[in-house]
T-cell receptor, first 111, second 115 residues
Framework: AQRVTQPEKLLSVFKGAPVELKCNYS??????LFWYVQYSRQRLQLLLR??SRESIKGFTADLNKGETSFHLKKPFAQEEDSAMYYC?????????????FGKGTLLTVNP | EPEVTQTPSHQVTQMGQEVILRCVPI?????FYWYRQILGQKVEFLVS????????KSEIFDDQFSVERPDGSNFTLKIRSTKLEDSAMYFC?????????????FGSGTRLTVV
């Protein structure tokens, strides 16, 4: 069965420090992975998708199939990065694709 | 940038009452979804909808739940007889493709409180 694991519920760093939010997945097929961000009281916003290999707001994520990981990284955290981050896997469990989410990591960037 | 719009933002209802949560997906998207997030828990898939019919539903989506696209723009989630445990944030999402290649766009959610 497909599963997404975010081992850290809370992560606190200082401004300017590097940050890494961990995500591991379990899926027998070819994974489509995403990072979503949810700022306080706002909607879930797509941050990254692995197939595009893009960098958004300084964040990057590399799919490591050997380690089944899709960790989110940023070299220098900013206060405005404080938010809830969800790793998600798009999979087909029947006739359609859908997302399964990790439990999320609350990132706090302190001044 | 196009958005998925959800109304109301907050709904309080008494146990046993029917509620309808409304969503307007992005106009050129073809796949529609409902997810929910119980406070403190992860976001969970409820149902996907394509070509005017349910394409997939989770175990959570029992006979008390139904979805409809009544007029080609709105996408609604109805809970027939609400229970306390239905209290959650409900997110609507839409995507261009069924595989999510371009991501899924989420609405801002409806917070449902059942009292």
């Amino acid at each position: 069965a497909q599963r997404v694991t975010q081992p850290e519920k809370l992560l606190s760093v200082f401004k300017g420090a590097p940050v890494e939010l961990k995500c591991n997945y379990s899926y027998s097929g070819s994974p489509e992975l995403f990072w979503y961000v949810q700022y306080s009281r706002q909607r879930l916003q797509l941050l990254l998708r692995h197939i595009s290999r893009e960098s958004i707001k300084g964040f990057t994520a590399d799919l490591n199939k050997g380690e089944t990981s899709f960790h989110l990284k940023k070299p220098f955290a900013q206060e405005e990065d404080s938010a809830m981050y969800y790793c998600a896997l798009s999979y087909s469990g029947g006739s359609n694709y859908k997302l399964t989410f990790g439990k999320g990591t609350l990132l706090t960037v302190n001044p | 940038e196009p958005e998925v719009t959800q109304t109301p933002s907050h709904q309080v209802t008494q146990m046993g009452q029917e509620v309808i949560l409304r969503c307007v997906p992005i106009s050129n998207h073809l796949y529609f979804y409902w997810y929910r997030q119980i406070l403190g828990q992860k976001v969970e898939f409820l149902v996907s909808f394509y070509n005017n019919e349910i394409s997939e539903k989770s175990e959570i989506f029992d006979d008390q739940f139904s979805v409809e696209r009544p007029d080609g723009s709105n996408f609604t989630l109805k809970i027939r007889s609400t229970k306390l445990e239905d209290s959650a944030m409900y997110f609507c999402a839409s995507s261009i493709t069924g595989t999510g290649d371009y991501g899924y766009t989420f609405g801002s959610g409806t917070r449902l409180t059942v009292v």
